[in-house]
């Protein structure tokens, strides 16, 4: 059974920090790129981070770089998402996925380049 299960969300004030875990199991960790995405209240999901399959490449999105950090584990198979200097506008469910295809140097962007993903954590932050 394929689970990817986030935690270490909850109600920061701005300018705080987080760190968000991603744990896995039933399905192939290395050799495959993940990402974290995150989603407001009435709007899309929308890409956050990506990181290669061996940590050597991550991406970011322009509203998070320089504040948020992707990292990953792959003896543990977890990703985590450090989240610093927090924003109003940083507050979404935030998920973690499993890229489709096994690519070694791929860090996807959209949505659709993902098949596996967790149910979601809840980080709000106040002003």
């Known amino acids: 059974q394929v689970q990817l299960v986030e935690s270490g969300g909850g109600l920061v004030q701005a300018g705080d920090s987080l760190r968000l875990s991603c744990a896995t199991s039933g399905l192939t960790f290395g050799s495959y790129a993940m990402g974290w995405f995150r989603q407001a209240p009435g709007k899309d999901r929308e890409f956050v981070a990506a990181i290669s399959w061996s940590g050597g490449r991550t991406r970011y999105a322009d509203s998070v770089k320089g504040r948020f950090t992707i990292s990953r584990d792959n003896a543990k198979n977890a990703v985590y998402l450090q989240l610093n200097s927090l924003k109003p506008e940083d507050t979404a469910v935030y998920y973690c996925?499993?890229?489709?295809?096994?690519?070694?140097?791929?860090?996807?962007?959209?949505?659709?380049?993902?098949?596996?993903w967790g149910q979601g954590t809840q980080v709000t932050v106040s002003s």
């Open positions: 996925a499993r890229s489709r295809r096994a690519d070694y140097m791929s860090t996807p962007f959209l949505v659709y380049e993902y098949a596996n």
